[in-house]
């Protein structure tokens, strides 16, 4: 199996720009994360996603984050508009269910400008 | 909410010596995962280990879950060990949660 696959894997834009995360899970896996990861917070999970319904988003930090899973093997997070204090590395993880063991992606590294 | 305290914060060995890597949390926990992050960024999962104790090659983890603490122990260390580890643990107080320790930056030197 490929793996968790993201892109992009790097993303440069200006303030005020939508900038839009893509996560292709495990196939069979049932449950889906979006994490970010910060020198100042650390690894935060921002929302997970069991059976492509959003179970948990508490962790988003505001109404300019949402996140989509459309089907099975395709989710979202976009941020719209950005703000350069949302410049970290989101990754996406996957695992069979919601208390398995999760497989990450290789993260995507987001600045803003 | 749950607090995920890693010990030590910093390590630096020599290679082919062991260590001990210490995970505290400090409410009862569903889950505990393990996670290497390389010097590239990959978050590797090393262990699932909500209890008991399991080892794969020169790691071995083990979780006391009623004690509320986890250890990962890395034996004859390699230059290619080094990075951060994590530990993650899985609570359903309040909805699903999955939190991240600081985690321990290890550095093994040749």
Known sequence: DAG???????????????VTLRCKPISGHNSLFWYRQT???????LIYFNNNVPIDDSGMPEDRFSAKMPNASFSTLKIQPSEPRDSAVYFCASSRGTE??????PGTRLLVL | GIQVEQSPPDLILQEGANSTLRCNF?????????????????????FYIPSGTKQNGRLSATTVATERYSLLYISSSQTTD???????????????????GAGTRLFVKA
Not at chain 1, 100 to 105: S, V
Not at chain 2, 35 to 42: A, K, L
Not at chain 2, 82 to 100: D, L, M
């Open chain 2, 82 to 100: 080094s990075g951060v580890y994590f530990c993650a643990v899985g609570t359903n107080t309040g909805g699903f949660k999955t939190i991240f």
């Open chain 1, 4 to 18: 968790v696959i993201q892109s992009p894997r790097h993303e440069v834009t200006e303030m005020g720009q939508e």
């Open chain 2, 26 to 46: 400090s409410d009862s926990v569903n889950n505990l995962q393990w996670f290497h992050q390389n010097p590239w960024g990959q978050l590797i999962n090393l």
């Open chain 1, 39 to 45: 020198m100042m917070r650390g690894l935060e999970l």
């Open chain 1, 100 to 105: 398995e063991t999760q497989y990450f992606g």
